[in-house]
Protein backbone atom coordinates (compact mmCIF):
# COMPACT_ATOMS: atom_id res chain seq x y z
CA UNK A 1 0.00 0.00 0.00
CA UNK A 2 1.25 3.50 -0.88
CA UNK A 3 0.77 6.74 0.76
CA UNK A 4 -1.62 8.60 -1.24
CA UNK A 5 0.80 12.09 -0.62
CA UNK A 6 3.88 11.10 -0.88
CA UNK A 7 3.35 7.91 -3.14
CA UNK A 8 6.23 5.89 -1.20
CA UNK A 9 5.06 2.57 -0.01
CA UNK A 10 4.04 2.17 3.65
CA UNK A 11 5.03 -0.47 6.54
CA UNK A 12 2.59 0.18 9.08
CA UNK A 13 -0.55 1.10 9.83
CA UNK A 14 -0.21 4.20 11.37
CA UNK A 15 -2.21 7.27 11.53
CA UNK A 16 0.34 9.21 9.92
CA UNK A 17 2.51 8.35 6.82
CA UNK A 18 5.95 7.00 7.40
CA UNK A 19 8.10 8.87 5.14
CA UNK A 20 6.29 12.33 4.80
CA UNK A 21 4.16 12.40 7.69
CA UNK A 22 0.63 13.54 5.99
CA UNK A 23 -2.64 12.41 7.67
CA UNK A 24 -3.52 8.90 6.32
CA UNK A 25 -7.09 8.59 4.98
CA UNK A 26 -9.39 6.01 7.65
CA UNK A 27 -9.65 3.42 5.31
CA UNK A 28 -5.78 3.08 5.25
CA UNK A 29 -5.84 2.16 8.79
CA UNK A 30 -6.82 -0.81 11.54
CA UNK A 31 -10.35 -0.60 12.52
CA UNK A 32 -10.07 -0.34 16.81
CA UNK A 33 -11.12 -3.85 16.98
CA UNK A 34 -9.21 -5.80 14.93
CA UNK A 35 -5.98 -3.52 16.21
CA UNK A 36 -7.21 -5.19 19.64
CA UNK A 37 -7.11 -8.72 18.34
CA UNK A 38 -3.57 -8.28 16.65
CA UNK A 39 -2.32 -6.89 19.91
CA UNK A 40 -3.82 -10.03 22.00
CA UNK A 41 -2.95 -12.39 19.25
CA UNK A 42 1.00 -11.09 19.46
CA UNK A 43 0.88 -11.41 23.33
CA UNK A 44 0.04 -14.92 23.10
CA UNK A 45 2.59 -15.75 20.86
CA UNK A 46 5.08 -13.89 23.56
CA UNK A 47 3.81 -16.27 26.43
CA UNK A 48 3.76 -19.13 24.29
CA UNK A 49 7.55 -18.47 23.10
CA UNK A 50 8.27 -17.35 26.37
CA UNK A 51 7.18 -20.80 27.35
CA UNK A 52 8.45 -22.81 25.16
CA UNK A 53 12.37 -21.22 25.82
CA UNK A 54 12.02 -21.85 29.33
CA UNK A 55 11.00 -25.20 28.19
CA UNK A 56 14.09 -26.02 26.49
CA UNK A 57 16.31 -24.35 28.83
CA UNK A 58 15.17 -26.61 31.26
CA UNK A 59 15.43 -29.99 28.50
CA UNK A 60 19.14 -28.54 28.08
CA UNK A 61 19.92 -28.52 31.96
CA UNK A 62 18.29 -31.91 32.61
CA UNK A 63 20.70 -33.17 29.93
CA UNK A 64 23.47 -31.51 31.01
CA UNK A 65 22.70 -33.62 34.18
CA UNK A 66 21.89 -36.86 32.93
CA UNK A 67 25.39 -36.62 30.77
CA UNK A 68 27.57 -35.84 34.21
CA UNK A 69 28.45 -31.89 32.94
CA UNK A 70 27.98 -28.99 35.28
CA UNK A 71 29.05 -31.51 38.20
CA UNK A 72 32.59 -30.12 39.25
CA UNK A 73 35.13 -32.96 40.11
CA UNK A 74 35.29 -31.72 43.39
CA UNK A 75 31.98 -32.27 44.25
CA UNK A 76 32.81 -36.60 43.30
CA UNK A 77 35.19 -36.35 46.14
CA UNK A 78 38.69 -37.22 46.64
CA UNK A 79 40.20 -40.00 44.09
CA UNK A 80 40.32 -43.65 44.73
CA UNK A 81 44.09 -44.79 44.86
Do not use: V, W
Request: net charge negative.
Amino acid sequence: MNCPHCHRTLYSRRPRCEHCGETLPAEYLIPDPQEEALKAEIEESKAYLAKRRKEAAEEEEEKRRAQGYGISPFHLGPPML
